[in-house]
């Protein structure tokens, strides 16, 4: 179950939003735990175990972490938080790197193991992540215990953010686990919210992926230059607001239970640089290596050479928790090189050069990362850089890269305003002062997103999921 279908829209969401408010308040995080379990299940019931157990076991490690901090004895509590994290890996390692393990074992040493070809718990990297931020937390003393296992496992399984994040760090909502008051005012900003997200996904993403697969689909040879690179910008909105589309809804069905998440996405194709990029992108997972691996490993506390080894240790733990597959490996340590240099010498170059430079540069680059990102099989990937550059004797532009600017070309300008904020900031401007024309425009505007969205719907038959390789 997606949040973009009728299914979740109409069916799903309704019924939990009665039950949560209709229940007592003491009941509502047992709601959510069970209607969340519900969610998950739809698509895959048996792997609901593996969910239960990592709750099972975070809880019981979380308490034991906090009993030996209360008596001081913390070389014991770490064991228990090490234990923790050896146990979730261990899942998280097992379910997606084991076939990635036997097929570089086959091919390295020539060997013929088979491989276990397991289904993917989906949303596995997102919620493993959570568990081992809880009694991390709990140790470092960041947060409380929580000493209600069904309040715990409303935080993992809690399905705004379930399959697709944002990463919730337990810090960040442990007081809302215990006391939460939800307002008119919270649930109203978590439909505009939803509503906007849901736009995002299913009119802008979806449209604009269509493109992407309609030139992926194409005789690489024989694609011209220019269509290579709409190509890449394409998969690049697409990801985009797909991402942040659901991102957005998670952050508004959270405001709709009375939960605040913090922002995941602050538009990222802005950027000047490399480094500003990953401050705006996916902003819950760089926060979140940042706090449990580059920090730990002394960040950029301990000289330079420290750093850059701390950025090279980040990146490939990057690189790899996107998937399981040689291209996601390359991918992160592309983008550590980047920051490496940045870090080294060209940020302050970057800082002094002009905006349109450095934006260039960045969205360059970013483009390049995002040929790594989308092609599993590497020698294809190698193949579509190629035909970018001219590297396969390829025309420049013939009239299918015509065609395709003709049918897309509003689209793609829609798409870069969008995603560049000019278009929030001008309806920003236009609606700072509340008053009553520009609160029915405002509503007006989200029921005819909604309504857009819900047609799409109904009669498209291409509403891809991103988020399974996760």
Do not use: C
Request: net charge positive; hydrophobic share 50%; no cysteine.
């Amino acid at each position: 179950m997606v949040f973009s279908s009728l299914l979740f829209l109409f069916r799903y969401l309704p019924v939990v939003l009665l039950l949560y408010y209709i229940v007592p308040r003491a009941y509502r995080n047992a709601v959510l735990f069970f209607m969340s379990l519900i969610f998950y299940a739809w698509g895959e019931p048996v792997y609901i175990l593996l969910m239960l157990f990592s709750t099972v076991v975070d809880y019981v490690n979380g308490r034991f972490v906090d009993y030996y901090i209360k008596k001081g004895q913390r070389s014991k509590a770490k064991i228990f938080v090490i234990l923790a994290v050896i146990i979730n890996l261990s899942l998280l390692g097992f379910f997606k790197y084991t076939d990635f393990v036997i097929d570089i074992i086959n091919k390295v040493a020539g060997g013929s193991l088979t491989p276990l070809s397991l289904a993917l718990p989906i949303g596995i990297s997102f919620y493993t992540f959570q568990t081992m931020s809880y009694t991390i937390d709990i140790y470092r003393g960041d947060a409380t215990v929580q000493k209600n296992i069904i309040s715990f496992g409303a935080y993992v399984t809690l399905f705004p953010q379930l399959i697709a994040g944002p990463i919730i760090q337990y810090n960040q909502v442990d007081k809302q686990l215990k006391s939460r008051r939800e307002t008119v005012g919270q649930f109203a900003y978590g439909i505009q919210r939803f509503v906007i997200g849901l736009g995002k996904k299913v009119l802008l993403a979806n449209n604009i992926g269509l493109l992407w697969d309609n030139i992926n689909a194409m005789n690489i040879e024989n694609v011209p230059i220019l269509t290579a690179w709409i190509g890449i910008l394409a998969f690049a909105f697409q990801i985009y607001f797909d991402f942040s589309g659901y991102s957005d809804m998670a952050i508004g069905l959270g405001h709709m239970f009375g939960f605040t998440f913090l922002e995941n996405f602050n538009y990222p194709y802005i950027s000047k640089s490399i480094t500003e990029f990953w401050r705006r992108w996916h902003i819950s997972l760089s926060s979140w290596f940042r706090d449990y691996v580059y920090i730990p490993l002394g960040g950029s506390r301990k000289g330079l050479g420290k750093q850059i080894r701390n950025i090279f240790i980040v990146w490939l733990l990057t690189g790899i928790w996107h998937g399981a597959s040689m291209n996601f490996l390359y991918w992160g340590l592309y983008f550590a090189v980047l920051l490496m240099v940045e870090k080294i010498f060209l940020l302050r170059y970057l800082e002094k050069a002009p905006a349109w430079v450095a934006r260039i540069y960045a969205m360059f680059f970013i483009l390049l990362g995002w040929v790594i990102f989308a092609f599993d099989n590497v020698s294809r990937g190698k193949a579509y850089f190629a035909a970018m550059f001219g590297g396969l004797n390829n025309s420049f532009i013939n009239t299918d890269t015509l065609y395709l600017l003709y049918n897309n070309g509003i689209l793609l300008i829609i798409l870069i305003l969008a995603s560049s904020g000019v278009i929030t900031k001008l309806v920003k401007k236009k609606m700072e002062k509340v008053t009553i024309p520009t609160t029915i425009i405002s509503n007006i505007f989200y029921l005819l997103i909604l309504f857009l969205s819900v047609a799409y719907l109904v009669d498209a038959s291409y509403n891809p999921f991103l988020y399974f390789r996760f």
